[in-house]
């Protein structure tokens, strides 16, 4: 499910020819997404190594699967972060555990972000793996 989800956010913004408008689609895409509630707005669910304040909090389900909500003060690491939790949630952690950073090279990051928002990003599904590799 994983694969899939990422394929299809890859099309998407393949199919916008320029990269501001790539960049304004994730932009747009952060603002449509929902807001996490201040009461899990805390360290525990930081991001380290956004260049902004970024949270990721997981949501364990009794089927072994986890899903995601996520929030940043800015609108791009908003849309990346949401974006990625979109792509994990609702799958297993091994699932998640065994993705590979290397599946993210269609999103074509290295054009689309600067080198400090794309370290956020490798972060970002770090402590996505971390989440789908713990064993609680």
Same mark, same amino acid.
């Given at each position: ?22 960049? #304004?689609?994730?932009?747009? $895409? ?9 009461? /899990?707005? @805390? =360290? !525990? ?37 949401? #974006?990625?939790?979109?792509? $994990? ?9 065994? /993705?590979? @950073? =290397? !599946? ?33």
């Amino acid at each position: 499910m994983i694969k899939e989800k990422l394929e299809s956010y890859i099309n998407i913004l393949n199919e916008i020819p320029e990269m501001q408008e790539r960049y #304004l689609w994730l932009m747009d $895409f952060g603002k449509k997404s929902a807001i996490v509630p201040e009461r /899990f707005k @805390l =360290k !525990e669910f930081e991001v380290p190594g956004c260049q902004s304040q970024t949270w990721l909090v997981p949501h364990f389900t009794y089927e072994d699967t986890i899903y995601f909500t996520a929030d940043s003060a800015a609108l791009i690491s908003k849309g990346m972060v949401c #974006l990625l939790a979109d792509v $994990f949630s609702n799958s297993t952690r091994s699932d998640i555990a065994s /993705f590979e @950073l =290397k !599946e993210l090279n269609g999103l074509n990051l290295d054009n689309l972000l600067t080198p400090g928002r794309r370290n956020g990003v490798y972060s970002m599904l770090k402590v996505i793996q971390g989440y789908g590799s713990r064993k609680d």
